[in-house]
């Protein structure tokens, strides 16, 4: 399958801090998307990017299609507890029904 | 409330003992799937289906079969399990069209075979 590339692999936060996660392809995709993980939980869609260069935010949680197609970013503004769990990069391999995953970034409050 | 269900969510069998893993959603989508997520590798499409009788191979097929008889189901077999399948499954649904990715998962399934 379609290889994304997700980093980092793993993060620590403090409560009240920015974070960055980004997911890159070897291969151009036109959508983008991003699901978070809970522990013992199905993955949750966050934010649907559809055009290069769209900008999409979701209450603190702030996504971009990067401008090459091969790209894309998550920002977290403001951390809170619940706020940990995977964040999981996904895109459409070869058809919009055959999904790709990233190998998952996992977000942990630090003590 | 709109959900799709799985069952069972725990199952511990041993190798060869055919198993079904059942999915159903009530939200008339046409298309499911399913996945293994396994640590460090994300989420693999094992097979996804875009509608009635329509079923095609994702990336990791082999050692599974599906069934998609009618639209609200979409059961994973097991013919003769091995403890490489030792994971945790989700199936996922979604209304698709030009949103076909974005998908609402189960809440999995966690399988170990002896």
């Known amino acids: 399958g379609q290889q994304l590339n997700q980093s980092p692999q793993s993060m620590f936060i403090q409560e009240g801090e920015d974070v960055s996660m980004n997911c890159t392809s070897s291969?151009?995709?036109?959508?983008w998307l991003w699901y978070k993980q809970d522990p013992g939980e199905g993955p949750v869609l966050l934010i649907a990017l559809y055009k290069a260069g769209e900008l999409t935010s979701n209450g603190r949680l702030t996504a971009q299609f990067g401008i090459t197609r091969k790209d894309s970013f998550l920002n977290i503004s403001a951390s809170i507890p619940s706020d940990v769990g995977i964040y999981f990069c996904a895109g459409p391999a070869h058809n919009d029904y055959k999904l790709s995953f990233g190998a998952g970034t996992t977000v942990t409050v630090r003590a | 409330e709109a959900q799709v269900t799985q069952n069972p969510r725990y199952l511990i069998t041993v190798t060869g003992k055919k198993l079904t893993v059942t999915c159903s959603q009530n939200?008339?989508?046409?298309?499911m799937s399913w996945y293994r997520q396994d640590p460090g590798l994300g989420l693999r499409q094992i097979y996804y289906?875009?509608?009635?009788?329509?079923?095609d191979k994702g990336d990791v097929p082999e050692g599974y079969k599906v069934s998609r008889k009618e639209k609200r189901n979409f059961p994973l077999i097991l013919e003769s399990p091995s403890p490489n399948q030792t994971s945790l499954y989700f199936c996922a649904s979604t209304p698709g069209g030009g949103r076909a990715g974005e998908q609402f998962f189960g809440p999995g399934t966690r399988l170990t075979v002896l």
């Open positions: 289906s875009m509608n009635v009788e329509v079923t």
């Open positions: 939200m008339n989508h046409e298309y």
């Open positions: 291969s151009i995709f036109n959508t």
